[in-house]
């Protein structure tokens, strides 16, 4: 996975958060701002199934997202008429 795949997977979640990368297995999510807990709860949801882990430090709380995950984006089919 990359930046830009977690960006497109997290959607509209994705203008709460910057993808950084950390060492070389990781890709690091942080807010860029304060948000709702529902938010925070979307994102949770969003990011737990592809073992996204959360790490709790005060102004540097972030997501620790493996590199090494495979996700599934669904394709949009376009149809000409």
Known sequence: MNTI???DYLGELSQHVK???EEKAFLIVMPIHFFASETFVN???KLKPIEGKYISAG??????VPKNIKIKIPKVKVMLT
């Open 59 to 64: 102004k540097q709380s972030h997501w620790l």
């Open 43 to 45: 994102i949770m949801n």
């Open 19 to 21: 993808v950084d990368y």
């Open 5 to 7: 795949e977690l960006i």
